[in-house]
């Protein structure tokens, strides 16, 4: 009898257990936890407060991982404001103070509608109509579908308040930290994977490791979208930021918050007007040149034509076909020209000065490419504030591509090997950043001066589809620009 009783108290205890974990999916971050600390040894990061309190109630380990970061400041890409902010695997949580004693004091950042920002153009995240399918849940809010196996886990993982509404239909896609292609689906704060290996068991659906997809060296800023083929980035003494955009030939100037501020440029071959604008670069007084095939224009900052020079050819001061170009504190302009595989330095008026370059595999020398694929050669160019000046040899076929470093008048100083170089940009102290393409999408690099790594962020750009420019500012901070047909954007990171 008392060995009835003990089970029948035991069972009572559990069933509490239970009923207080589902009621606490939706539980304020309380005060039981305000003065306490948990350390995770696995990745060496602390949870305390109402991040712990949040973390235990809606799910912990099964639902968000392990803390990646310790909290500070940071920017919510979604509504440009800070907050104290934590990673965890599977989630950014964001402390909301003005909503203390209430269930909205931790939120979670929305990593899945960040992550498909600008992925509007697959099939899986157009607008669909309801399935009609036995058990599905139609969301006209998003018009998207969920059922089966996903949608049995959203309703009891916590639904709406820990996932969001969905993003996406069902569909295959590869997970970048395996490898392994899986039946997914995106909702605002995550992405569901499909594990049929584990059917029937709590494994069968798992959740997307967004953020540690996420976090890394850079802190995101700001974003500026909705212009596509966003082919290059500038800024400015005051932290401005200017955008080349190829694909309605014009030039556009944001603040330093990525606030439009002006835009000029129209498609012809008078003076003010480009044919297919590659490349932008800002002096120190403000002047502002644009490189358009084989011609390069300086404007003033508010976009009058000063003067523009070039014509197509393979003498001084002509070019063959211009892919980026670069100024150095002097205003003297440096030019990335592949087809003639060489590097051309003008003074601030267009004045040429020296040239340097020829085909071959040695120092000081570029790889013909592909002309039709724009491959090859001398491809993207910085200079640091040293004058140093960083090209990428853009290698197309089997040969490795390269990062060379001359000083400001072509003299080589060293190389170091590269992947598939897409953007380069440089910071006043000589650091080095490159765009690439790899194996499961875009690479950001940091290199010291010497070409050494300093730290890989690629995979937690918020949803850019290739790198096409790269700008730093006074600050410090990195502008990334990304270009394609309806995904382009101008990013700001901050290097944490």
Avoid: C
Avoid at 300 to 318: A, L, M, P
């Amino acid at each position: 009898m008392i060995g009835s009783r003990t089970r029948f108290l035991s069972l009572w205890l559990v069933m509490l257990a239970f009923l207080g974990l589902g009621t606490g999916m939706l539980a304020p971050a309380g005060a039981s936890a305000a003065g306490e600390t948990q350390y995770f040894q696995e990745t060496g990061h602390s949870v305390s407060g109402s991040f712990l309190q949040y973390w235990r109630n809606n799910g912990g380990l099964d639902i968000y991982g392990y803390p990646i970061s310790d909290p500070q400041q940071e920017v919510d890409p979604e509504t440009g404001k800070s907050f104290l902010t934590q990673w965890f695997e599977r989630a950014r949580f964001e402390l909301h103070p003005e909503n203390a004693g209430t269930r909205y004091e931790v939120l979670l950042g929305l990593l899945g509608k960040q992550l498909v920002a600008t992925r509007q153009d697959l099939s899986a995240f157009e607008e669909a109509q309801p399935s009609g399918q036995s058990g599905n849940v139609y969301f006209p809010e998003t018009k998207h579908n969920l059922g089966g196996t996903f949608k049995a886990y959203w309703e009891n993982h916590g639904g709406l308040a820990q996932f969001g509404y969905p993003l996406s239909e069902e569909f295959q896609e590869l997970n970048p930290e395996d490898g392994k292609t899986y039946t997914v689906q995106y909702f605002e704060r995550n992405r569901f994977e499909q594990h049929p290996e584990f059917a029937g068991t709590r494994y069968e659906v798992e959740l997307g490791l967004l953020g540690k997809q996420f976090w890394g060296p850079l802190a995101f800023q700001a974003q500026q979208t909705g212009q596509r083929f966003t082919v290059s980035v500038a800024t400015d003494h005051q932290d401005n930021v200017y955008v080349v955009n190829a694909d309605i030939r014009h030039v556009f100037k944001y603040d330093s918050s990525l606030r439009y501020l002006a835009d000029w440029g129209s498609w012809g071959d008078n003076p003010g007007q480009f044919q297919d604008p590659r490349g932008i670069a800002v002096d120190s007084q403000g002047n502002v040149f644009v490189a358009d095939r084989f011609m390069i224009t300086r404007f003033d900052s508010k976009g009058q034509v000063i003067n523009r020079w070039g014509t197509k050819g393979d003498g001084d001061g002509q070019f063959a076909a211009i892919r980026s170009i670069a100024v150095d504190g002097q205003g003297n302009l440096f030019v990335a020209d592949p087809g003639n595989l060489r590097i051309t330095k003008f003074d601030n008026n267009g004045k040429f000065l020296l040239k340097w370059g020829s085909e071959g595999t040695g120092d000081g020398q570029f790889l013909k490419g592909d002309k039709r694929l724009h491959l090859g050669g001398p491809a993207d160019l910085a200079v640091d504030g040293q004058g140093n000046v960083y090209v990428t040899n853009d290698a197309s076929d089997e040969r490795a591509s390269t990062i060379q470093k001359f000083d400001n008048n072509g003299k080589f100083l060293i190389k170091w090997s590269i992947g598939i170089p897409t953007a380069l940009g440089a910071d006043k102290e000589g650091n080095i950043y490159l765009g690439g393409i790899g194996p499961t999408g875009n690479t950001f690099t940091k290199y010291d001066p010497s070409g050494h790594v300093i730290y890989e962020a690629g995979k937690q750009m918020f949803g850019l589809a290739g790198i096409s420019g790269i700008a730093t500012d006074s600050q410090g901070n990195v502008l990334i620009a990304s270009s394609g047909y309806l995904n382009s954007a101008v990013q700001k990171y901050r290097q944490r």
